[in-house]
């Protein structure tokens, strides 16, 4: 079945690490988007890509780096963590000639 | 740029009632809107969307509303179940962007058994 899929799911760090979230689909979408949303609240977007080669940052202002070097892979690595960084990290895909938009599972980063 | 609101952040119902969640946008060249829904621990699920051609849309229990004079869009739930319990999200892709949705800031909807 076609999924998103995000690893890990969850992950405990501390200060200073550098860390890459993964985030793979077999939807065949060229649009993918990473968001940052804190457990329940507003989604914020950091980062998109409208396809391979293709990366924009989002209207929130992040630290992050992105890279889209094949359609079904978008990483998002973080140079040096901060406790500021602690937060949910959900991908997201969308078809290039469609409306609608998935959201894959989430990435609860913990900073200590 | 796009800006959508979204009331009541917290919403309480009784088992069978009806909810009502309203957002409004800015930009009238928006031209879809669909609405969310992230039950605690899971990642937001799309439940229901309407293009701007369209002023009204149902699936079951659920339905959204769109009007374009006012900006405004609102999703209905009837006979709402304790499993409609989640926190809900509306959105809006303004008008001549490549699909970048904007979010309302969410309403904790609770339904009371």
């Known amino acids: 079945e076609a999924d998103i899929y995000q690893t890990p799911r969850y992950l405990v760090i501390g200060t200073g690490k550098k860390i890459t979230l993964e985030c793979s689909q077999t939807?065949?979408?060229?649009?993918m988007y990473w968001y940052q949303q804190d457990p329940g609240m507003e989604l914020h977007l950091i980062h998109y890509?409208?396809?391979?080669?293709?990366?924009e940052k989002g209207d929130l202002s992040s630290e992050s780096t992105v890279s889209r070097i094949r359609t079904e892979h978008f990483p998002l690595t973080l140079e040096s963590a901060r406790p500021s960084h602690t937060s949910q990290y959900l991908c997201?895909?969308?078809?290039?000639?469609?409306?609608?938009?998935?959201f894959g599972p989430g990435t609860r980063l913990t900073v200590t | 740029g796009e800006n959508v609101e979204q009331h009541p952040s917290t919403l309480s119902v009784q088992e069978g009632d009806s909810a009502v969640i309203k957002c409004t946008y800015s930009d009238s060249a928006s031209n879809y809107f669909p609405w969310y829904k992230q039950e605690l621990g899971k990642r937001p699920q799309l439940i229901i969307d309407?293009?701007?051609?369209?002023g009204e849309k149902k699936d079951q229990r659920i339905a959204v509303t769109l009007n374009k004079t006012a900006k405004h869009f609102s999703l209905h739930i009837t006979e709402t179940q304790p499993e409609d319990s989640a926190v809900y999200f509306c959105a809006a892709r303004p008008g001549g962007s490549q699909g970048n949705l904007i979010f309302g800031k969410g309403t904790k909807l609770s339904v009371k058994p």
């Open positions: 309407i293009r701007s051609n369209v």
């Open positions: 890509s409208y396809g391979v080669n293709s990366t």
């Open positions: 939807m065949g979408h060229d649009k």
């Open positions: 997201a895909t969308r078809r290039d000639t469609t409306d609608e938009q998935y």
